[in-house]
């Protein structure tokens, strides 16, 4: 004899589509009062999501879309792990230095074969390029306090091809800082700006005038393509202007969404009293960036994000293209 089975309405591995939970429209502004299954949950959501664009084929961003499965397997296993607790994960916060410290090399930082590098991983370049300014600005009000000059209003100086959102945000929040800001990889066109040209001007005007104006690069979309294909343009840390430097780890450093760096030409590029210490879990962790991080001069270390625990992975994933690729990227970024 068949018998015949009439899933009930809880049968959700059987009939999620004809569920209750697919029978009322879905929460928008206030949590349900019951739980559903996770199948119903995750169903629901899954195919509510088919509705947005199929990120693989967004090429609008220049933000990165594909990992190798290897990467993705390190970035799921890392997912769960808080990056402030660093006594927990110590080996993703030296992983991170371990970035920091071959970003820095490869921008041309004039260190020693094994110095510690200065440098944080940061929420893209948008935060790395906060950063910097903050630097310059607590340098210059502090030598003009020093030199008991006014010191409340500084000036920028950049192109009309800046990235408005982070250049003009930076601006408005931060106030007004003295640097020039030089763009290599235009959000336009990716067209690079002639830093070297910029830093021999500059270097003229300053004897001139007396100033110490430095410039920072905003190589948001450049860092990571210029000093493979374009070994001898000189741009970075070579020229003694440059004092600091931003790369999004996002776009050709090949990770996905929410990294950048920001890394300084010398620990002297980076004020002391800009690092907040912070007693966190009974230990004293020195921070900076605007969200929580820390910084350790010397044997400097930085991590970052308190509660973006996403942060952890992808400072592994970065770690994992640099060491994947090495400088033979630049056949990748050739073909
Ligand atoms: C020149 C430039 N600077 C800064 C940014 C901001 O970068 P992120 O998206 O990594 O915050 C962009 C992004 O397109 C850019 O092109």
């Avoid at 410290?101 to 074969?113: H, S, V």
């Avoid at 502090?142 to 091809?161: H, L, M, Q, S």
């Amino acid at each position: 004899m068949v018998l015949s089975h009439a899933a009930s309405d809880t049968d959700v591995s059987h009939s999620t589509f004809a569920s209750p939970y697919v029978r009322t429209s879905l929460p928008r502004f206030k949590m349900p009062g019951n739980s559903i299954p996770n199948e119903a949950a995750y169903q629901i959501m899954h195919d509510e999501l088919m509705l947005d664009g199929n990120s693989r084929l967004n090429l609008a961003s220049f933000l990165t879309t594909w990992m190798e499965p290897e990467c993705d397997k390190l970035i799921m296993a890392s997912i769960n792990k808080n990056y402030v607790e660093k006594h927990a994960y110590p080996i993703t916060t030296e992983l991170q230095n371990r970035c920091v410290n071959m970003i820095a090399n490869l921008f041309n930082a004039p260190l020693g074969e094994t110095e510690t590098a200065v440098g944080v991983g940061t929420v893209g370049s948008s935060e790395a390029i906060m950063l910097a300014g903050l630097a310059f600005k607590r340098k210059w009000q502090n030598k003009r306090k020093a030199e008991g000059k006014p010191f409340n209003k500084p000036n920028i100086v950049t192109g009309a091809n800046v990235h408005e959102v982070c250049w003009e945000k930076f601006a408005r929040w931060l106030m007004r800082t003295l640097c020039v800001a030089a763009i290599l990889g235009s959000t336009l066109n990716g067209e690079f700006e002639d830093v070297k040209l910029l830093n021999d001007l500059l270097v003229l005007k300053n004897k001139e005038t007396g100033w110490d104006t430095p410039i920072h690069v905003d190589a948001a979309s450049g860092g990571f393509i210029a000093p493979f294909l374009y070994p001898e343009l000189e741009w970075d840390f070579r020229l003694p202007l440059v004092k600091s430097i931003n790369v999004s780890g996002h776009k050709y450093g090949l990770v996905y969404e929410g990294i950048g760096w920001v890394v300084w030409r010398t620990k002297e590029d980076l004020p002391e009293e800009l690092i907040f210490h912070v007693n966190y879990l009974g230990v004293d962790q020195p921070t900076f960036t605007l969200n929580f991080s820390k910084v350790f001069h010397q044997s400097l270390f930085i991590d970052i994000h308190l509660s973006i625990n996403v942060g952890s992975s992808q400072v592994i994933a970065q770690y994992y293209q640099l060491i994947r690729l090495g400088h033979e990227v630049s056949r990748v970024i050739e073909m």
